[in-house]
């Protein structure tokens, strides 16, 4: 009996598969001021984005990185390119990756706010 009650208290504390950790709560949401980034062939794009900050963020959260990554992702594309669906979702997929990982716990998801070509 007293193996038994072992056996139990070691896969309990030892074997067990740990918990899944919890997502992150979602919270305000931070607007940035729309830029305009230079594409390919003298076009450009104003692009605004918004970014949605985890429930624990409890400071003000500096927007410079953000827009930084943003004109890195989108400098130099062609205009074409960016009148295709599936090349933007590419690239808010890459500017998304960039911001949560720039802002580690800070920042859950990009949202793209004003997005015009000239």
Known sequence: MLLLASAGGAYWFLLRPAPEPAEPEPGEVLALEAIQVNLKAGHYLRIGIALQLSAEVTEEVDGSKALDALINVYTGEKVEGLAEPSRREE??????????????????????????TQ
């Not at 690239?91 to 015009?116: A, G, K, N, P, Q």
């Open 91 to 116: 690239l808010r997929e890459v500017l998304v990756d960039r911001v949560v990982e720039l802002y580690e716990d800070e920042v859950l998801d990009v949202y793209i706010t004003e997005f015009v």
